[in-house]
């Protein structure tokens, strides 16, 4: 009923930005939210964001910017460091039914 791909991930240097994507189809239920999240290589998945703009972690580095739409979710990353290394996806999560939607992920990769 939802299919994300995310996509932009790449090698970034310490101290880099990059945006990564997130592309929409499917249905918007009357209740839900759509977020940002990652994992780094054995650690817990961790919540950065939550459209419209609502940092959950790493505030000030991590920005969902204003030009995000449901459709199209960016993640707007700046001074990039290693430990931001990670899979970072897409998902949305429906309150009407009670389901949660992935996407594949797209990995971030920062070199120090």
């Known amino acids: 009923q939802v299919h994300l791909v995310e996509s932009g991930g790449g090698l970034v240097q310490t101290g880099g930005s990059l945006r990564i994507s997130c592309a929409r189809s499917g249905r918007i239920f009357s209740s839900e939210t759509m977020n940002w999240y990652r994992q780094a290589p054995g650690k817990p998945l961790e919540l950065l964001a939550t459209?419209?703009d609502v940092p959950v972690s790493v505030p000030g580095r991590f920005t969902i910017p204003a030009d995000s739409t449901k459709n199209l979710m960016y993640l707007q990353m700046n001074n990039l460091r290693p430990e931001d290394t990670a899979v970072y996806f897409c998902?949305?999560?429906?309150?009407?039914?009670?389901?949660?939607?992935w996407g594949q992920g797209t990995q971030v990769t920062v070199s120090s």
């Open positions: 459209l419209p």
């Open positions: 998902n949305v999560r429906d309150y009407d039914y009670g389901s949660s939607y």
